[in-house]
C-alpha cells in the first residue's frame, strides 16, 4: 500500500445549487481547515466564485454587469487567509452564469470571465497560497463552444498571473452522467470507450495550451469499467503535455436520493483504480460536505474516520495539525 493514491486536494463547494448549504462561518472553516490537514490534504480549490446572482466575493463587475447580489462575507478573502494559515494551496473558480447549462453553448461565458479574471487576480494575486486556476464550466464531449472557451480562459489566466496552472474537471458521459433533478441513476445511451477516446482526443488538442491539468470526475461510470477510462484520460493528458489528476467524488451517485456520501468501499475502489491508472493527484468533490467530521452527514463523519484508519500510517506527519 506505500504506493497508494491519497486524497490530496478537494473543492470548496460555498456556491452550489443542488447541495444544501451548511451556513458556516469562519470558525468552522478553521476548523474544517484542519481536519482537512490533518487528512493529508494541501490543496483548495474554489468550486466556483459565483453562481447565477450568488457570489462568493464582493465582485464590483459582476454586480454592476449581472445584478448580482453583494455577499455579506467575502469568502475568497477568508479561504485565502485560512490557506496561508494552514500552508496550502489555493485555486481560484471562474464565474459561472448558468446560461450554458440551459442554451448548451459555452461561448456566453468568456466575456464575464475575462473581465473576472483581471478583477480578482488584481485584488487576491498577493496572497502566498494563490497558486492556481480552476476553470468551474464543467464539459463533456462536444459542448458547444466548448474549446473555444476553455483556450480563450485558460491563457487568459497564464497571462496575467505569469503561469499559474490551469485546471479542469470535466465529466465523462457514462450511464450515471444523469441530472441531479432527475429521478433514475443511470442512462441508455453512455458513451463507448472508442467514441469517448476520440471526442477528448479532439477537445484536448483544441485546449493544451491553455490548460494544465486534467481531472476528470469519476462518478459517471461503473467501478468495474472505471480503470478502463482512466487509462485513456491518463494516454491522452500525457500526449498533450497535461498533469492528469482524478476527481474522487465523494458522494454517491447510485442511489435516488441526490447526494450523500460514499460508502467508503467504493470510494476505495475508484482510488485504486486511479493509483493503478497512473493519476498523479487525487482531488475529491467533496470533502466538507460528504468527509468532514463536522458535515451535517452524520456518516460524513465516519467516512473520514474509515479513510483514516485505512491510509494513517501513509499521511504525512507534518501535515497533520493539533
Known amino acids: 500500500m506505500s504506493d497508494a493514491l491519497l486524497i490530496t486536494a478537494t473543492f470548496l463547494d460555498e456556491i452550489s445549487h443542488d447541495i444544501p448549504h451548511q451556513n458556516w462561518g469562519r470558525k468552522e472553516w478553521d476548523k474544517d481547515f484542519q481536519h482537512m490537514k490533518n487528512m493529508g490534504i494541501n490543496t483548495v480549490v474554489l468550486i466556483r466564485c459565483g453562481y447565477q446572482k450568488f457570489l462568493t466575493y464582493p465582485s464590483e463587475y459582476l454586480i454592476k ?125 453512455a458513451i463507448s470507450i472508442e467514441q469517448h477516446f476520440e471526442e477528448w482526443n479532439e477537445i484536448f488538442d483544441g485546449i493544451q495550451e491553455a490548460v494544465d ?65 497512473g493519476c498523479q493527484k487525487a482531488i475529491t468533490f467533496e470533502f466538507s460536505h460528504f468527509m468532514s467530521p463536522q458535515s451535517a452527514y452524520l456518516q460524513a463523519g465516519h467516512l473520514y474516520n474509515r479513510y483514516r484508519e485505512h491510509f494513517e500510517a501513509l499521511i504525512p506527519k507534518n501535515n497533520k495539525s493539533s
Open 213 to 277: 491539468i486534467v481531472a476528470f470526475q469519476d462518478g459517471h461510470v461503473d467501478y468495474d469499467e472505471l480503470e478502463e477510462y482512466l487509462v485513456i484520460n491518463k494516454k491522452l493528458a500525457d500526449a498533450y503535455g497535461m498533469q492528469s489528476w482524478t476527481n474522487v467524488e465523494s458522494f454517491d451517485r447510485d442511489m435516488p436520493i441526490k447526494f450523500l456520501p460514499i460508502k467508503f468501499e467504493k470510494l476505495l475502489l475508484k482510488m485504486q483504480a486511479a493509483q493503478r491508472a
Open 65 to 189: 454587469k449581472k445584478k448580482c447580489f453583494t455577499p455579506p462575507v467575502d469568502l475568497v478573502q477568508q479561504f485565502l487567509e485560512l490557506s496561508d494559515k494552514y500552508q496550502m494551496d489555493f485555486y481560484f473558480g471562474t464565474y459561472d452564469s448558468g446560461e450554458y447549462w440551459i442554451t448548451g453553448d459555452m461561448t456566453h461565458e468568456i466575456d464575464l470571465n475575462l473581465q473576472v479574471i483581471e478583477e480578482v487576480f488584481k485584488k487576491y494575486g498577493h496572497y502566498q497560497s494563490f497558486k492556481g486556476w480552476y476553470l468551474s464550466l464543467e464539459l463533456s464531449r462536444r459542448t458547444k463552444g466548448a474549446i473555444e472557451a476553455i483556450s480563450k480562459l485558460g491563457k487568459k489566466c497564464k497571462t496575467i498571473s505569469k503561469g499559474l496552472p490551469v485546471l479542469i474537471s470535466p465529466w465523462i458521459d457514462g450511464k450515471k452522467a444523469v441530472l441531479a433533478s432527475e429521478i433514475s441513476v443511470a442512462k441508455s445511451n
